[in-house]
């Protein structure tokens, strides 16, 4: 069984950042692709970040590109989501999730392509 938690979230105002951290445990984290997603008050969970299981290869959501940052240190078994220029659109629950595949071709941006979630965290964005 896999278990991951994360932490880092809190209250921040209009742009300013934030880094949120994912830790894993249970498998070896070091063979799997990650994830971060995000879900406001009334709307459905969304894609935010992908990152490959070496590190080597990641994918935004477009509202996240050149603000956002998906990066992982397998030692630590930890992934982070490094978040500048917060905007109050961002406030939102963010959730790490593991991609299960043995083969993963590419990175995953739907919800059901990834087996394992985190509690999520909390993040919230003020003028």
């Known amino acids: 069984q896999v278990q991951l938690v994360e932490s880092g979230g809190g209250l921040v105002q209009a742009g300013g950042s934030l880094r949120l951290s994912c830790t894993a445990s249970?498998?070896?984290?070091?063979?799997?692709?990650m994830g971060w997603f995000r879900q406001a008050p009334g709307k459905e969970r969304e894609f935010v970040a992908a990152?490959?299981?070496?590190?080597?290869?990641?994918y935004y959501a477009d509202s996240m590109k050149g603000r956002f940052t998906i990066s992982r240190v397998n030692a630590k078994n930890t992934v982070y989501l490094q978040m500048d220029s917060l905007k109050p659109e961002d406030t939102a629950v963010y959730y790490c999730?593991?991609?299960?595949?043995?083969?993963?071709?590419?990175?995953?941006?739907?919800?059901?392509?990834?087996?394992?979630w985190g509690q999520g965290t909390q993040v919230t964005v003020s003028s």
């Open positions: 249970g498998r070896n984290f070091g063979n799997y692709d």
């Open positions: 999730a593991l991609d299960s595949r043995v083969s993963s071709w590419y990175l995953a941006t739907r919800k059901d392509e990834y087996a394992y």
């Open positions: 990152i490959s299981w070496t590190g080597g290869t990641t």
